[in-house]
Antibody, heavy 118, light 107 residues
Framework: QVQLVQSGAEVKKPGASVKVSCKASGYSFISYYIHWVRQAPGQGLEWMGWINPNSGGTNYAQKFQGRVAMTTDTSISTTYMELSSLRSDDTAVYYC???????????WGQGALVTVSS | DIQMTQSPSSLSASVGDRVTITCRASQGINNYLAWFQQKPGKAPKSLIFAASSLESGVPSRFSGSGSGTDFTLTINSLQPEDFATYYCQHYNTYPINFGPGTKVDIK
Protein backbone atom coordinates (compact mmCIF):
# COMPACT_ATOMS: atom_id res chain seq x y z
CA GLN A 1 0.00 0.00 0.00
CA VAL A 2 1.09 3.56 -0.64
CA GLN A 3 2.75 5.16 2.37
CA LEU A 4 4.51 8.44 2.99
CA VAL A 5 6.39 8.48 6.28
CA GLN A 6 7.80 11.77 7.51
CA SER A 7 10.53 12.61 9.97
CA GLY A 8 9.76 13.69 13.51
CA ALA A 9 9.01 16.94 15.25
CA GLU A 10 11.64 19.67 15.34
CA VAL A 11 12.24 22.72 17.49
CA LYS A 12 14.30 25.48 15.92
CA LYS A 13 15.39 28.99 16.82
CA PRO A 14 14.52 31.99 14.67
CA GLY A 15 16.95 32.34 11.78
CA ALA A 16 17.79 28.65 11.68
CA SER A 17 16.91 26.10 8.98
CA VAL A 18 14.91 22.89 9.15
CA LYS A 19 14.95 19.87 6.85
CA VAL A 20 11.96 17.54 6.84
CA SER A 21 12.06 14.16 5.10
CA CYS A 22 9.31 12.13 3.46
CA LYS A 23 9.98 8.47 2.63
CA ALA A 24 7.72 6.87 0.05
CA SER A 25 6.84 3.20 -0.33
CA GLY A 26 4.30 1.03 -2.10
CA TYR A 27 4.53 2.66 -5.54
CA SER A 28 6.97 3.75 -8.23
CA PHE A 29 8.66 6.71 -6.53
CA ILE A 30 9.77 8.48 -9.70
CA SER A 31 6.33 8.35 -11.31
CA TYR A 32 4.54 10.85 -9.07
CA TYR A 33 5.31 14.39 -7.98
CA ILE A 34 5.62 15.15 -4.27
CA HIS A 35 4.03 18.34 -2.92
CA TRP A 36 4.55 20.05 0.41
CA VAL A 37 1.69 21.68 2.29
CA ARG A 38 1.83 23.32 5.69
CA GLN A 39 -0.75 24.08 8.36
CA ALA A 40 -0.17 26.60 11.12
CA PRO A 41 -1.85 25.85 14.47
CA GLY A 42 -5.62 26.19 14.14
CA GLN A 43 -5.31 27.43 10.57
CA GLY A 44 -5.96 26.15 7.06
CA LEU A 45 -3.78 24.43 4.49
CA GLU A 46 -1.08 26.30 2.57
CA TRP A 47 0.63 24.90 -0.53
CA MET A 48 4.40 25.35 -0.66
CA GLY A 49 5.43 23.69 -3.90
CA TRP A 50 6.31 20.43 -5.62
CA ILE A 51 9.24 18.39 -6.80
CA ASN A 52 9.42 15.93 -9.66
CA PRO A 53 11.43 13.00 -8.26
CA ASN A 54 12.31 11.82 -11.75
CA SER A 55 13.95 15.02 -12.96
CA GLY A 56 14.51 16.97 -9.77
CA GLY A 57 12.52 19.84 -11.23
CA THR A 58 10.70 22.05 -8.75
CA ASN A 59 7.93 24.62 -8.60
CA TYR A 60 7.73 26.75 -5.47
CA ALA A 61 4.97 29.05 -4.30
CA GLN A 62 6.13 32.64 -4.69
CA LYS A 63 5.79 33.22 -0.95
CA PHE A 64 8.55 30.68 -0.24
CA GLN A 65 10.91 31.29 -3.17
CA GLY A 66 14.42 31.95 -1.97
CA ARG A 67 13.74 30.29 1.37
CA VAL A 68 12.66 26.76 0.44
CA ALA A 69 14.51 23.93 -1.27
CA MET A 70 12.98 20.57 -2.21
CA THR A 71 15.27 17.70 -3.11
CA THR A 72 15.05 13.95 -3.59
CA ASP A 73 17.23 10.90 -3.10
CA THR A 74 15.82 8.31 -5.49
CA SER A 75 18.07 5.59 -4.06
CA ILE A 76 16.02 5.63 -0.86
CA SER A 77 12.71 6.96 -2.27
CA THR A 78 12.90 10.01 -0.05
CA THR A 79 12.04 13.64 -0.62
CA TYR A 80 13.29 16.51 1.52
CA MET A 81 11.96 19.99 2.18
CA GLU A 82 14.36 22.50 3.69
CA LEU A 83 13.10 25.87 4.90
CA SER A 84 15.63 28.50 5.92
CA SER A 85 15.60 31.82 7.80
CA LEU A 86 12.88 30.48 10.06
CA ARG A 87 10.48 32.88 11.79
CA SER A 88 7.92 32.28 14.49
CA ASP A 89 5.14 32.28 11.92
CA ASP A 90 6.75 29.27 10.24
CA THR A 91 5.56 27.20 13.21
CA ALA A 92 3.31 24.64 11.56
CA VAL A 93 2.74 21.02 10.69
CA TYR A 94 4.45 20.28 7.38
CA TYR A 95 2.89 17.59 5.19
CA CYS A 96 4.19 15.87 2.11
CA UNK A 97 1.64 14.54 -0.36
CA UNK A 98 1.76 12.57 -3.59
CA UNK A 99 0.02 14.04 -6.59
CA UNK A 100 -1.84 12.03 -9.18
CA UNK A 101 -1.97 13.91 -12.44
CA UNK A 102 -1.73 17.69 -12.38
CA UNK A 103 -2.13 18.26 -8.68
CA UNK A 104 -4.67 15.99 -7.03
CA UNK A 105 -3.08 15.10 -3.71
CA UNK A 106 -4.14 11.51 -3.16
CA UNK A 107 -1.85 10.27 -0.40
CA TRP A 108 -0.44 12.33 2.49
CA GLY A 109 2.28 11.85 5.04
CA GLN A 110 1.44 11.97 8.73
CA GLY A 111 2.88 15.46 9.11
CA ALA A 112 5.90 16.87 10.95
CA LEU A 113 5.50 19.63 13.52
CA VAL A 114 8.12 22.35 13.26
CA THR A 115 8.18 24.78 16.15
CA VAL A 116 10.15 28.01 15.84
CA SER A 117 10.84 29.58 19.18
CA SER A 118 13.63 31.45 20.89
CA ASP B 1 -3.68 33.41 -8.38
CA ILE B 2 -7.02 31.62 -8.07
CA GLN B 3 -8.64 32.16 -4.68
CA MET B 4 -11.05 29.72 -3.07
CA THR B 5 -13.91 30.49 -0.71
CA GLN B 6 -16.15 28.11 1.21
CA SER B 7 -19.49 28.45 2.93
CA PRO B 8 -20.50 28.04 5.59
CA SER B 9 -17.37 28.29 7.73
CA SER B 10 -19.00 25.96 10.22
CA LEU B 11 -22.21 24.07 10.70
CA SER B 12 -23.88 21.91 13.28
CA ALA B 13 -25.70 18.78 12.18
CA SER B 14 -27.11 15.55 13.54
CA VAL B 15 -26.40 11.97 12.61
CA GLY B 16 -28.53 11.11 9.60
CA ASP B 17 -28.70 14.68 8.28
CA ARG B 18 -27.84 15.67 4.74
CA VAL B 19 -25.05 18.24 4.70
CA THR B 20 -24.05 20.54 1.83
CA ILE B 21 -20.85 22.59 1.66
CA THR B 22 -20.20 25.11 -1.09
CA CYS B 23 -16.88 26.09 -2.63
CA ARG B 24 -16.32 28.94 -5.08
CA ALA B 25 -13.26 29.71 -7.18
CA SER B 26 -12.33 33.26 -8.20
CA GLN B 27 -12.17 32.10 -11.83
CA GLY B 28 -12.95 28.98 -13.83
CA ILE B 29 -10.90 25.93 -12.85
CA ASN B 30 -11.91 23.37 -15.49
CA ASN B 31 -13.29 21.06 -12.79
CA TYR B 32 -9.82 20.59 -11.30
CA LEU B 33 -11.37 20.59 -7.84
CA ALA B 34 -10.75 18.25 -4.93
CA TRP B 35 -12.33 17.81 -1.51
CA PHE B 36 -10.54 16.68 1.65
CA GLN B 37 -11.62 15.67 5.14
CA GLN B 38 -9.40 16.43 8.10
CA LYS B 39 -9.83 15.30 11.68
CA PRO B 40 -7.95 16.91 14.60
CA GLY B 41 -4.30 15.91 14.70
CA LYS B 42 -4.53 13.97 11.45
CA ALA B 43 -3.47 14.54 7.87
CA PRO B 44 -6.09 15.49 5.31
CA LYS B 45 -7.80 12.58 3.57
CA SER B 46 -8.81 12.83 -0.07
CA LEU B 47 -12.51 12.34 -0.82
CA ILE B 48 -13.30 13.70 -4.28
CA PHE B 49 -11.23 14.64 -7.33
CA ALA B 50 -12.16 16.22 -10.66
CA ALA B 51 -15.12 17.85 -8.91
CA SER B 52 -17.30 14.74 -8.83
CA SER B 53 -15.15 11.58 -8.89
CA LEU B 54 -15.16 9.59 -5.68
CA GLU B 55 -11.75 8.51 -4.46
CA SER B 56 -11.33 4.77 -4.01
CA GLY B 57 -12.53 3.53 -0.63
CA VAL B 58 -14.58 6.63 0.18
CA PRO B 59 -18.18 5.86 1.20
CA SER B 60 -20.83 6.57 -1.42
CA ARG B 61 -22.67 8.97 0.93
CA PHE B 62 -20.07 11.53 -0.15
CA SER B 63 -20.63 13.19 -3.51
CA GLY B 64 -19.31 16.20 -5.37
CA SER B 65 -20.88 18.33 -8.05
CA GLY B 66 -20.50 21.62 -9.85
CA SER B 67 -18.57 23.17 -12.70
CA GLY B 68 -16.87 26.38 -13.72
CA THR B 69 -16.47 28.29 -10.47
CA ASP B 70 -19.13 26.82 -8.17
CA PHE B 71 -18.87 23.43 -6.53
CA THR B 72 -20.63 21.45 -3.82
CA LEU B 73 -19.76 18.62 -1.46
CA THR B 74 -22.77 16.70 -0.19
CA ILE B 75 -22.78 14.17 2.63
CA ASN B 76 -25.94 12.09 2.66
CA SER B 77 -26.95 10.57 5.99
CA LEU B 78 -24.16 12.02 8.14
CA GLN B 79 -22.35 9.41 10.23
CA PRO B 80 -20.53 9.92 13.56
CA GLU B 81 -17.14 9.52 11.85
CA ASP B 82 -17.96 12.37 9.43
CA PHE B 83 -17.63 15.12 12.03
CA ALA B 84 -14.49 16.89 10.79
CA THR B 85 -13.27 19.89 8.82
CA TYR B 86 -13.67 19.82 5.05
CA TYR B 87 -11.46 21.68 2.57
CA CYS B 88 -11.81 22.24 -1.14
CA GLN B 89 -8.71 22.70 -3.29
CA HIS B 90 -8.19 23.71 -6.91
CA TYR B 91 -5.39 22.26 -8.99
CA ASN B 92 -6.08 24.01 -12.27
CA THR B 93 -2.89 26.05 -12.21
CA TYR B 94 -0.05 26.81 -9.84
CA PRO B 95 -0.15 27.99 -7.17
CA ILE B 96 -2.58 25.43 -5.85
CA ASN B 97 -4.92 26.97 -3.29
CA PHE B 98 -7.21 25.57 -0.65
CA GLY B 99 -10.46 26.93 0.68
CA PRO B 100 -10.49 28.10 4.30
CA GLY B 101 -12.39 25.03 5.48
CA THR B 102 -15.82 24.13 6.82
CA LYS B 103 -16.07 22.60 10.27
CA VAL B 104 -18.91 20.12 10.71
CA ASP B 105 -19.74 19.45 14.33
CA ILE B 106 -22.42 17.71 16.31
CA LYS B 107 -25.66 19.55 16.98
Amino acid sequence: QVQLVQSGAEVKKPGASVKVSCKASGYSFISYYIHWVRQAPGQGLEWMGWINPNSGGTNYAQKFQGRVAMTTDTSISTTYMELSSLRSDDTAVYYCARSRGVGFLDYWGQGALVTVSS
Amino acid sequence: DIQMTQSPSSLSASVGDRVTITCRASQGINNYLAWFQQKPGKAPKSLIFAASSLESGVPSRFSGSGSGTDFTLTINSLQPEDFATYYCQHYNTYPINFGPGTKVDIK
